[in-house]
């Protein structure tokens, strides 16, 4: 993540998905906030995604070394079968868009095969939970409850809880929701994110087991 350094306030609203999320966290773990007002972490990774003594609820290494060795075999068919999950089409009452799929495949191929097998350690084995307890700017992590690339309970609410953690007496603002019914693609009314972000979150709230997003930004 390019540091904000065009500007000499504190105006910049740092924005990212998925692995970005992670990006975010490192960002304002190592340089500070001084350029950044607030923070979104969209269907991020943070904390960390892989299972582990510390992290028992993540996901089994098998589950990314079969990607791997996706990647390393037939990439093409990986990405064609990862949109169906990474869209929720997969479900019974979705409504599948073959050009969603298409474009997701196109845009997937154009990554050069090394970037994407060493991206796949670095997305689910580094852990942020260290740089998410540093983060003092208000932060507002939204996650589809039905995210079947990165589970919502082994990361939005997690990451919500540890920068919640980290000082409530300094941060007494930070915000989270579970969209309901929302893949790993979020695509459900994104305009409402900018504008959340246009009002002072100034009290935690924790993530209700089912929410919208429409319903609960202001």
Same mark, same amino acid.
């Given at each position: 993540m390019?540091p904000?350094?065009c ?7 740092a924005?990212r ?20 007002a607030k923070a979104v972490?969209?269907?991020?990774v ?5 299972k582990?003594?510390t992290?028992?609820?993540g996901t089994?290494i098998?589950v ?5 060795s996706?990647?390393?075999k037939?990439?093409? /068919?990986?990405y064609?079968?990862?949109?169906e999950?990474?869209y ?13 799929r298409r474009a997701f495949?196109?845009?997937?191929? /154009?990554?050069?095969i ?5 991206c796949?350690?670095?997305?689910s084995?580094t ?6 307890? #540093?983060?003092?700017?208000p932060v507002?992590v939204?996650?589809g409850d039905?995210? /079947? ?5 082994d990361?939005a609410v997690?990451s919500?809880e ?5 000082d409530?007496?300094r941060l007494?603002r930070r915000?989270? #929701?579970?969209?309901?019914q929302?893949?790993?693609?979020i695509?459900?009314?994104?305009a ?9 979150v100034?009290q ?8 919208t997003? /429409?319903g609960?930004l202001?």
């Amino acid at each position: 993540m390019r540091p904000p350094s065009c500007t000499t306030d504190r105006s910049t609203t740092a924005e990212r998905w998925v692995a970005g999320g992670g990006e975010v966290a490192r960002y304002l773990s190592r340089h500070g906030s001084s350029h950044v007002a607030k923070a979104v972490l969209l269907g991020a990774v943070p904390p960390v995604m892989v299972k582990s003594d510390t992290n028992p609820e993540g996901t089994p290494i098998e589950v990314f070394d079969a990607i791997r060795s996706s990647v390393d075999k037939d990439r093409s /068919q990986l990405y064609w079968d990862l949109s169906e999950t990474f869209y929720g089409f997969n479900r019974p009452d979705a409504t599948t868009s073959e050009g969603a799929r298409r474009a997701f495949w196109r845009l997937s191929m /154009q990554a050069g095969i090394r970037a994407a097998y060493e991206c796949i350690s670095q997305f689910s084995e580094t852990d942020f939970t260290e740089d998410l307890k #540093r983060i003092d700017v208000p932060v507002l992590v939204a996650h589809g409850d039905d995210d /079947q690339i990165v589970p919502l309970h082994d990361s939005a609410v997690k990451s919500a809880e540890l920068i919640k953690k980290f000082d409530p007496s300094r941060l007494p603002r930070r915000t989270a #929701r579970a969209v309901r019914q929302v893949p790993h693609r979020i695509r459900s009314r994104p305009a409402r994110i900018p504008e959340a972000l246009s009002s002072p979150v100034t009290q935690s709230i924790p993530i209700p087991p089912h929410d919208t997003l /429409q319903g609960a930004l202001p």
